[in-house]
């Protein structure tokens, strides 16, 4: 075998023919197994993609050292547990690793957080998933990170509820036609098919988040997802029971919303996160009644 000194190296050997800075040059798609924070829980493990990225700045280099990236990812990342200090080291050595020819380094983070959940009123257990995105970069030496979150839930159409409840009541003014209505009558009559007049339309409904975040905080993801479901009232489930069914059903008539709703619920949320810097969110109700869409879009710088 070769001794490993010997062995060409154009990265640093040659010269560019056509000296340029380049923003960023890397890697994208480098798989890492590592742990996310919970709280006063146990780490949860979590297998991720990582796009690795530092800046060209030297004109005459040939281009970057892409291997020396991989190897600090692995050093620095590989089976531990995701946290301000280890982000912040990892893009620094970054940095240092292209020695002189960078000045910042990004870093992405793909992968999914899974959640232990328990049923409304059965306690049954399951899981569910949600994609998450941690960016973290270094650039003239300030540190910044953007979390972007998807988190799925359910909304009912306060309209489609008021038509509801007005089919309803014409249904029971047409059934009992006297000033006065027996209670057992009335009770058989709506546990019966005919009392199945007319149902509000609900939808699975998201919430997409990006978070810019200062560089002295990095949040407890599964925690900050815990929040945003509390907060909007209506999150999905997983194994359930009838009992859990009919709980979920009337938490969905205590949280009527349209898109509007549930957008100014969670901006409310955001505005009162000091660590949040910046965001832009948008809500998206998946309309069982029509073909397309209800958004809403915002943001907290234009």
């Not at 280890?86 to 910042?104: P, T, W």
């Amino acid at each position: 075998m070769l001794d490993p000194q010997l062995l060409p190296d154009i990265t640093s050997g040659c010269h560019s023919d056509t000296p340029q800075h380049l923003q960023w040059v890397g890697m994208e798609g480098i798989a890492i197994p590592f742990a996310v924070v919970f709280s006063d829980k146990q780490p949860l493990s979590v297998v991720g993609k990582a796009d690795l990225l530092v800046s060209l700045d030297s004109a005459e280099a040939k281009g970057i050292h892409m291997s020396r990236l991989h190897f600090i990812l692995n050093r620095q990342l590989a089976g531990k547990t995701l946290d301000q200090r280890s982000l912040s080291q990892l893009l620094n050595q970054m940095v240092d690793s292209q020695q002189g020819i960078s000045k910042s380094a990004k870093l992405k983070l793909q992968f999914e957080v899974m959640l232990e959940k328990r049923s409304l009123v059965s306690n049954e257990m399951g899981y569910q998933s949600y994609p998450v995105c941690l960016s973290a970069q270094v650039i003239n030496n300030k540190l910044s990170y953007q979390l972007e979150l998807t988190i799925a839930y359910s909304s009912t159409c306060p309209c489609s509820a008021s038509l509801s409840q007005q089919l309803y009541s014409a249904a029971i003014d047409q059934q009992f036609n006297d000033t006065s209505i027996d209670k057992q009558a009335l009770l058989q009559w709506v546990q019966s098919a005919a009392g199945v007049v007319a149902t509000p339309h609900s939808q699975r409904s998201y919430v997409y988040l990006k978070l810019n975040l200062s560089g002295q905080y990095i949040v407890e993801i599964p925690s900050l997802i815990l929040q945003f479901e509390q907060l909007i009232g209506t999150p999905v489930q997983t194994a359930v029971k009838r009992e859990d069914e009919q709980q979920f059903a009337k938490l969905n008539a205590e949280n009527l919303m349209f898109c509007e709703d549930a957008a100014r619920r969670i901006k409310g949320k955001l505005t009162q996160m000091p660590q949040v810097t910046d965001y832009w969110f948008k809500v998206e109700h998946q309309e069982s009644l029509h073909a397309h869409n209800a958004v809403v879009i915002d943001q907290k710088h234009s």
